[in-house]
């Protein structure tokens, strides 16, 4: 009779197994919010102007990249290094001082910035 039992129990199909874990796929890479591309979209057109001269038409892109994002410091910086060029040296510690605020997680762009500021004094 025991071994009866355990036959017919064999034949039964074991109940679902129910899952506490869910198989999570790795997230994609986060894409820049479009605010980001469009910052450095500006910035690096701004760049363009300074190497060319044109230093009234990058303060326009520089400032529109620090209306999208007016904590990006080195849209700050850039800004700072077309007033340098220009010779409005009070301009130019202005925005080296905002850059220098915003920039303090960023070694390289602390080093160029005390050099730049130094610049604006001499």
Not at 36 to 49: E, F, G
Not at 87 to 111: G, H
Request: glycine share 0%.
């Amino acid at each position: 009779m025991l071994l009866s039992l355990v036959i017919s129990a064999c034949a039964l199909k074991p109940p679902p197994v129910e899952r506490t874990e869910t198989y999570h796929r790795p997230a994609k890479p986060a894409k820049p919010p479009a605010s980001r591309s469009a910052v450095d979209t500006l910035r690096r057109k701004a760049i363009q102007l300074i190497n060319a001269e044109r230093y009234d038409d990058a303060i326009g892109y520089l400032q529109r990249a620090i209306k999208i994002d007016p904590r990006d410091a080195r849209s700050w910086h850039y800004l700072a290094q077309t007033y340098w060029h220009m010779q409005d040296y009070p301009q130019c510690r202005a925005m080296v001082r905002r850059a220098m605020s915003y920039s303090q997680q960023d070694e390289d762009l602390q080093k160029a910035n005390r050099t730049l500021l130094q610049q604006c004094f001499e």
